[in-house]
């Protein structure tokens, strides 16, 4: 089945540095990506969609200067947490859609998400 | 706006038995989808079941099956024969259809499954 991964698992950064998640289709095309905040004992909030090629589109509320996303290719998108501070400590989950196995409305596969630590 | 609501923050169930875990949700929208997800302690979130909305006949996957009740908008996942495995934090979700992946999902709940 269809495969994203995202890297790293875990990191830790300082207050004030940037911090890059790389989110991967390993067998499938994603012109779309999906880029996801999980905060503790919290549900899943859509923060931006990362469109191939263009813009990403980011849900009201998300600040688009400090959360950057690059969509450069086909199979990555990235997601760079600009100037991190220690409210920015979340878990960060990208998804991405397979659009061979149904097109716009076939299912998201999630990668495994990247624990974001500011101190 | 769409709403996904969860009432029970934690379940808990004994191995084998039968655990039914609840959704409601709100919309004005007619067509959509509806998912539950796993979230185990991995943290990775697993697609569980998918509900078409214009669809009456309810989904099932092996153990996992759904209530859906459209006119009452509730969307409910029966767990059978529970496994230690499938304790984790389940996520109902909702899809509006041609969005591409705009999830709505719920605050979840805990389940236990307990030897």
């Known amino acids: 089945g269809a495969v994203v991964s995202q890297h790293p698992s875990r990191v830790i950064c300082k207050s004030g540095t940037s911090v890059k998640i790389e989110c991967r289709s390993l067998d499938f095309q994603a012109t779309t990506m999906f880029w996801y905040r999980q905060f503790p004992k919290q549900s899943l909030m859509l923060m931006a969609t990362?469109?191939?090629?263009?813009?990403?589109?980011?849900e009201q509320g998300v600040e688009k200067d400090k959360f950057l996303i690059n969509h450069a290719s086909l199979t990555l998108s990235t997601l760079t947490v600009t100037s991190a501070h220690p409210e920015d400590s979340s878990f960060y989950i990208c998804s991405a859609r397979d659009p061979s196995l149904g097109g716009r409305d076939s299912p998201l596969h999630f990668g495994n998400g990247t624990r974001l630590t500011v101190t | 706006a769409q709403t996904v609501t969860q009432s029970q923050p934690e379940m808990s169930v004994q191995e084998a038995e039968t655990v039914t875990l609840s959704c409601t949700y709100d919309t004005s929208e007619s067509n959509y989808y509806l998912f539950w997800y796993k979230q185990p302690p991995s943290r990775q979130m697993i697609l569980v079941i998918r509900?078409?909305?214009?669809?009456?006949q309810n989904a099932t996957e092996n153990r996992f099956s759904v209530n859906f009740q459209k006119a009452a908008k509730s969307f409910s996942l029966k767990i059978s024969d529970s496994q230690l495995g499938d304790t984790a934090m389940y996520f109902c979700?909702?899809?509006?259809?041609?969005?591409?992946?705009?999830?709505?999902f719920g605050k979840g709940t805990k389940l236990s499954v307990k030897p």
């Open positions: 990362s469109n191939e090629g263009s813009k990403a589109t980011y």
């Open positions: 979700a909702f899809m509006k259809r041609g969005s591409q992946g705009n999830l709505i």
């Open positions: 509900q078409e909305a214009y669809k009456q």
